[in-house]
């Protein structure tokens, strides 16, 4: 191992384990820890071929998280059914779930070119491409579905952010206290956001260079309401960017030809739903971020754009 940053060091087990599904002669050289990530470690192994090439695979492991087994499960089920469709996602090369050979539950893949993008800039023209990449994988129709979504709040759960507007927060959560509307179920990613979003490394102005080179981190894919994949975005685009953005993006997914509930009252339902949820992670959600480059976005920064996002939302449905 030529990379020493203690973060990146790969475990012995864990080592010998990648090792086992390399091509013959084919070596792990260098390991470097990629940020962006909450519940789970990234690596980006650099393989030596006996040629004297490499090849970069990624390591994702999960330590000390009680859903690994069912996330690696579902990641390897769906990187098994993305091969064969026109969605840019890592090919899978191994899995071990129950960390019956690494030290803990990892997963190996192919590395994926491009970055994500998290700044500001050029935001105008990613958004209408991040809606027709989600309305495309909503458009999959696998053989066998992924199990149901999991709402990821309760009323009782949600974090009213220090300074909100009180009576916004309680009717917002009083919309969740609601039974969920029917819906016409979808294959979902369930954590479909700018960070699992990769971009052609050159981005040339003007639309035509956002282009999307992959999507990562299906652990948690689902079948559920398209509104509910919708509603994630538009969260985590609203904390990063502004309020107004997170409304922009249902309004993208919509001109991309996707489909979002009839009644007002049901994508508030969906909308409220998703942006309660991330009042119990802004700390944690926040810090990635800023690991990742956007040093400004604060918990209290962050805190402030939930804030007028909830409020934005139920403006415009409630």
């Not at 203690?6 to 002669?25: D, K």
């Not at 970069?56 to 390897?76: C, I, K, Q, S």
């Not at 029917?182 to 960070?195: A, N, Q, S, T, V």
């Amino acid at each position: 191992m030529t990379d020493h940053d203690e973060a990146a060091v790969v475990r012995p087990l864990t080592l010998a384990w990648v090792s086992r599904h390399l091509e013959a002669g084919e070596r792990v050289v260098k390991a470097e820890a990629l940020h962006g990530g909450i519940t789970a470690e990234v690596r980006r192994l650099t393989i030596g071929t006996p040629d004297g090439g490499i090849r970069d695979l990624v390591l994702r492991t999960f330590v000390n998280v009680e859903h690994a087994e069912d996330w690696l499960n579902r990641e390897a089920v769906a990187l098994t059914l993305l091969a064969g469709t026109g969605v840019p996602a890592p090919e899978l090369v191994a899995v071990d779930p129950t960390a019956g050979h690494c030290e803990h539950p990892s997963l190996l893949m192919t590395h994926l070119g491009g970055r994500t993008v998290l700044d500001d800039e050029g935001l105008e023209a990613r958004v209408p491409v991040l809606a027709r990449q989600l309305v495309a994988i909503h458009a999959l129709r696998p053989a066998e579905r992924p199990r149901g979504y999991t709402a990821l709040t309760t009323a009782d759960t949600v974090v009213v952010p220090k300074g909100a507007d009180a009576e916004v927060w309680a009717a917002a959560i009083d919309v969740i206290r609601r039974p969920a509307p029917p819906y016409e179920g979808r294959y979902l990613h369930r954590d479909f956001h700018p960070g699992n979003v990769l971009f052609d490394d050159v981005l040339s102005p003007g639309p035509a260079g956002a282009r999307i080179t992959g999507v990562v981190d299906w652990a948690q894919t689902s079948w559920g309401p398209a509104d509910l994949d919708v509603a994630h975005c538009c969260t985590n685009l609203a904390l990063l960017h502004g309020p107004a953005w997170g409304l922009r993006f249902a309004e993208a997914y919509e001109e991309a030809g996707g489909v979002l509930a009839a009644v007002a009252s049901e994508r508030l339902y969906w909308r409220v739903r998703d942006g309660l949820a991330l009042s119990e992670e802004v700390r944690l959600v926040a810090q990635s971020w800023r690991e990742a480059g956007r040093t400004e976005l604060t918990t209290r920064a962050v805190e402030e754009r939930l804030d007028g996002y909830v409020t934005a939302v139920m403006d415009a449905l409630g």
